[in-house]
């Protein structure tokens, strides 16, 4: 029976988005024939019972982790890899899985997954190419939130750190001695003066250099890590990670200094890829998952987003739900039973709250609409004629009745005027105006005595 080898697919130009993958990938390559193992891009680690990728399914049996995948081989027989180590090397070999293990998997955590700009660029568009519709809403935080416990050890946050505000360098009045003098400012020592974020690339880098000086260390003048002639098991994990510190990224300080300052790293990179190259992997298509599949596959994931229950979901799930038969098939009772009544008390709660809201039967229904506003006269001009509207109104000046009045009194001539305001409509004019044609002015020499 062929091995199946279950891992992430691939992602950035190269076989896979997972270091531990990339390094079965090419363990498998170098040491079994095509035909011997096929490659499966499950991305899925609900494949295996540890659920964690990479995964072997062979004879019914299954293997997660890339040096218990190795383990594995070497006991049955079929890998020739290891078995000539000295105890010293065996135990070097163990000190680097530890240490790629725990400081190389942070870097690369911080790299591709705990920046911001690395992770909504790069990484989380890569995760939902290989993911289908919905598991793209669930797995890729999930795995975020991994990757972010793996680097909290590092202690240096994350890359685009955001200044806080009362960290952020704001400047006030310039303030003045008792004798009215300027009083200069204290100088800030470079620490102080620059940003966390600059703070912590500088700290992320050291970190790196540290990272690739203990691996050159180890490697010395050899052609591998542990001796000339042949690859053993710690050089290809060394490649997985090597190869995804090489990928270039909004913030390339693994790349930079990888490249830059050590040298011998790469070229024990590029040395090691001839071995395989010219051979296509043996790619498989992965079973369909059914839309039933799917749609458990996505009810889990919710689940073990919630705050509170998804820790205890997780050891339930894999407690008591992993159960295997002979076929290496999962308990469907379980499963449907956890999946089900997860979404059985998710609609009762929301059929509970549509009913509470409704009016009760029988009662009569009040429509209550908003008072129109008046429309007519200036008010159909909007805001300005609202304003026009409210100005006071002036009134035309009221008929006075006829009277006498005597504007001129002389010793010679008497001139009485009779004034009579006119009964016509008077020309539009200035309010405050007066005009002669209004009153009738008749001299009194005229009249008749």
């Known amino acids: 029976m062929a091995f199946e080898l279950h891992v992430w697919g691939p992602a950035f130009g190269l076989d896979s988005i997972d270091p531990e993958c990339l390094a079965a990938i090419a363990c498998f390559r170098h040491l079994l024939p095509r035909g011997e193992w096929t490659l499966i891009a499950s991305n899925d680690a609900t494949a295996s019972p540890t659920y964690r990728l990479p995964a072997l399914h062979h004879q019914g049996a299954w293997t997660s982790g890339y040096s218990d995948i190795v383990s ?5 027989g079929n890998f020739q890899i290891d078995h000539d180590l000295t105890p010293l090397q065996r135990a070097d070999s163990l000190a680097c899985d530890s240490f790629l293990a725990t400081r190389g998997s942070g870097l690369l955590a911080m790299s591709l997954y705990v920046s911001p700009r690395a992770w909504t660029e790069m990484t989380r568009p890569a995760y939902s190419s290989l993911l289908p519709f919905p598991l793209t809403w669930t797995i890729p935080p999930a795995v975020r939130a991994s990757a972010i416990e793996r680097a909290e050890h590092l202690g240096i946050g994350h890359l685009a750190a955001e200044v806080d505000a009362e960290e952020s360098p704001a400047r006030g009045p310039a303030e003045t001695t008792s004798t009215g003098f300027l009083r200069l400012r204290d100088r800030l020592g470079p620490s102080k003066s620059m940003q966390p974020e600059h703070t912590a690339a500088i700290r992320f880098q050291h970190l790196a250099e540290d990272f690739y000086a203990v ?4 490697r010395g003048n050899k052609m591998f890590f542990l001796r000339d002639d042949t690859p053993s098991s710690i050089d290809f994990l ?6 995804l510190m090489r990928v270039q990224t909004p913030h390339p300080i693994l790349k930079t200094v990888l490249e830059n ?21 043996p790619w498989r298509e992965p079973t369909a998952r059914g839309a039933l599949g799917l749609i458990g596959r996505f009810a889990e994931g919710s689940l073990e987003a919630i705050p509170g229950v998804g820790a205890s979901w997780q050891k339930w799930r894999r407690g008591g739900v992993d159960i295997r038969g002979d076929d290496d098939v999962r308990d469907a009772t379980q499963l449907i039973v956890a999946v089900g009544g997860a979404i059985t008390s998710v609609a009762a709660l929301g059929a509970v709250a ?10 009569s229904i009040h429509h209550f609409e908003a008072a129109k506003e008046d429309k007519t006269g200036l008010h159909q001009f909007g805001e300005i004629g609202s304003i026009l509207d409210g100005l ?18 002389g010793g010679n001539v008497d ?15 200035d309010m405050y105006s007066v005009d002669e044609s209004d009153f009738d002015v008749r001299d009194i020499r ?3 005595k």
């Open 72 to 76: 594995y081989l070497v006991h049955s």
């Open 415 to 429: 001139v009485v005027v009779d004034v009579e305001a006119d009964g016509s409509t008077p020309p539009k004019r």
């Open 392 to 409: 006071p109104v002036w009134e035309e000046p009221r008929s006075l009745p006829p009277r006498r009045d005597v504007v001129y009194e």
């Open 215 to 218: 691996l050159d260390e180890l």
């Open 354 to 363: 549509l009913f509470r809201s409704l009016s009760p039967f029988g009662a």
């Open 446 to 448: 005229d009249q008749p």
């Open 238 to 243: 060394a490649y997985g990670y090597l190869q």
């Open 261 to 281: 300052s050590h040298i011998k790293l790469v070229g024990f990179v590029e040395e090691l890829t001839p071995h395989w190259r010219g051979r296509d992997l």
